[in-house]
């Protein structure tokens, strides 16, 4: 089964530019999918979000908010596929 990271963010966001441009770099070497979640196309989400952008989730999990610690990712990738 495939991993999904998640990224919350929204447009002119440069530091959600950057954690995408990093997570595109990963993906393919660990396969997860990659899903981007506009926080302006949902008012809850806007106001849970909005100060903490880019947030970037593994399979549900909140791990990080403005850039990913990528070498505790690829980490976590590691051992979720090892399972």
């Given at each position: ?20 441009g990093q997570l595109r770099a990963l993906q ?56």
């Open positions: 089964m495939s991993q999904k990271v998640t990224v919350y963010s929204r447009g002119g966001c440069h530091l959600c530019e950057v954690a995408l393919g070497e660990y396969g997860f999918e990659l899903v981007e979640i506009d926080i302006e196309g949902d008012a809850a989400i806007h106001a849970a979000y909005l100060e903490r952008i880019p947030v970037i989730a593994l399979d549900g999990q909140e791990l990080y908010d403005f850039e990913i610690d990528q070498a505790d990712l690829k980490s976590r990738l590691l051992r979720a596929s090892a399972r």
